[in-house]
């Protein structure tokens, strides 16, 4: 019975550690499947991220076949429409420039990279245009008009209308390298049928371009003697008349037939630098070998501008050069220089030094220009009554504005690119001659004060009042005139 006790008392704790043994197995393998379901779950999750990402990827490639199958589409439609355009004839349709970016031109790059600096026609050249025409893959059309009304105080002065100029221009991009340019100017309606007009080529030039710094040009140039004459053009101007520098010492329109280099260099990342230089043939014929002048006293150089095919009169070439240099945005500093031989007998030389500048602040411009004609002078020369000297200057100052009242009052006339501007420049000019073997000085003096009116940039209405003093021998001479007048590119 002992035994038997002792027995059950040892089997006691027996069956307690067996019990304790089976829970801790039976919670272990519970938590290994508890871990297999979660790494299944994980897998299962990541599954169902790939298959939506899957999903997305399926649903973009629809949506670009979809726009390929659009762009194919319209692409057969604009196939079909050159062929019938090429059935009736019409290869290549008119297009404006701003419809086909792709194709970017030389010349309107340039009117742009103004725009996008805000500059005003001051800082402008020949070549930045609004061309608005495109036609062929290449060419651009377009040009500009103006017309003119004057009322003279002195009876002698002009009176009523005139269409001053009609000037259509072509510029091309004939490659990535060559580019060309020409304009034509029909004044006072042309020649013929009681017209005393003219019809001339302004200039024709064509470029070779190899790199900023350096390129070629050739052709009919426009001279680069001082600023104005390089952005002449009647819409780019706040004023009806040209300074009196640019009509009797640098008579613009200056050209000369040439050719030389031009480029622009950029000193730091601010400034700019640019230069020409050309040899031409020699614009000024200043003495006949029969004794004829053609410097004097009355019109300054303007009538010695003589013939460009060949230089046959002295051949002796001219040589011309400017340098501009801007240190910021708003201000350029030029500096130009014209010399060659002017007379048949080869042997006087004349030499055209010119300065310019133009500064801009915000509605605020302030411009200048100018030039001094050096004349040597031999004993025909004298003779001949050419004296030894020439010079003249303008400054002119401008003030852009638009009254909120005139956008709210009429919103269709003075639109958001309508503007007035407020000018004023002040001019002097002094021609000389010998006669009797004195030197005689004529000095012109004009203030002009003047309002205009921009409907957009390209089109302009000015109102202008010329207060002149003249100086001839010691007697004051009154001409003032009043002139109203539009100007357009078109």
């Keep these: 019975m002992r035994y038997i006790r002792y027995l059950m008392f040892m089997a006691v704790p027996l069956f307690v550690a067996l019990s304790v043994a089976d829970v801790f197995a039976e919670s ?114 377009g040009g500009y008009m103006d017309f003119e009304f004057w009322q003279s105080e002195n009876s002698n002065g002009k009176h009523g209308f005139d269409q001053h100029r009609f000037i259509p221009f072509i510029y091309s991009d004939i490659s990535d390298r060559v580019k060309l340019a020409a304009e034509l100017e029909f004044e006072h309606g042309g020649v013929g049928g009681g017209r005393d007009g003219e019809v001339i080529l302004e200039f024709a030039t064509i470029d070779f371009l190899i ?23 009647s819409p780019l101007q706040d004023l009806t008349d040209r300074p009196l520098v640019n009509q009797f010492i640098i008579p613009t329109t200056l050209t000369d037939a040439g050719m030389g280099f031009f480029g622009s260099l950029y000193p730091s990342e601010l400034s700019k630098l640019d230069y020409e230089i050309y040899v031409t043939n020699g614009v000024f014929h200043g003495l006949d070998d029969d004794g004829t002048p053609h410097f004097a006293l009355s019109n300054g150089l303007r009538g010695s501008r003589g013939g460009f095919e060949f230089d046959n009169e002295n051949q002796s070439p001219g040589v011309v050069g400017r340098v ?27 030499t055209i030094s010119a300065i310019d500048f133009a500064y801009q602040r915000g509605a605020f411009e302030l411009v200048g220009e100018g030039a001094y004609a050096f004349i040597e002078t031999n004993t025909a020369a004298e003779t001949a009554g050419i004296a030894d000297s020439m010079w003249g200057y303008y400054v002119e100052g401008r003030y852009h504005f638009m009254p909120p009242m005139l956008r709210t009052w009429a919103p269709q006339i003075f639109t958001e690119n309508s503007t007035f501007t407020g000018v004023v420049r002040w001019d002097q000019v002094q021609t000389s001659a010998i006669a009797g073997g004195e030197r005689i000085n004529h000095l012109r003096t004009r203030i002009t004060p003047g309002l205009n009116y921009r409907y957009t940039e390209d089109t302009v209405f000015k109102l202008d009042y010329q207060i002149n003093v003249e100086q001839k021998d010691l007697a004051d001479v009154g001409n003032n005139a009043f002139v109203f007048s539009v100007a357009t590119y078109f």
Excluded: C, M
């Design 28 to 141: 272990a393998e519970t938590e290994a499947l508890s871990d297999k379901v979660d790494k299944l779950e994980r897998e299962l999750t990541e599954l169902k991220d790939l298959l939506k990402q899957q999903v997305e990827r399926d649903a973009q490639k629809e949506k670009e076949i979809e726009s390929l199958k659009a762009k194919d589409t319209q692409k057969d439609q604009e196939i079909a429409s050159l062929k019938e355009d090429v059935q009736r004839g019409t290869t290549y349709p008119e297009v404006p420039y701003a419809e086909e970016p792709a194709e970017r031109s030389y010349f309107a790059d340039k009117t742009a990279e103004l725009e996008k600096k805000k500059l005003g026609p001051a800082f402008s050249g020949p070549y930045t245009k609004p061309f608005l025409r495109r036609f062929g893959r290449n060419t651009y059309l």
């Design 211 to 233: 790199t900023d710094w350096i390129n070629w040009r050739g052709g009919f140039l426009l001279t680069p003697l001082g600023k104005f004459n390089l952005v002449h053009d």
């Design 324 to 350: 501009a240099y801007s240190p910021f945005i708003g201000l350029e500093l030029g500096g130009s220089a014209y010399t060659q031989r002017y007379d048949d007998a080869n042997e006087n030389q004349i």
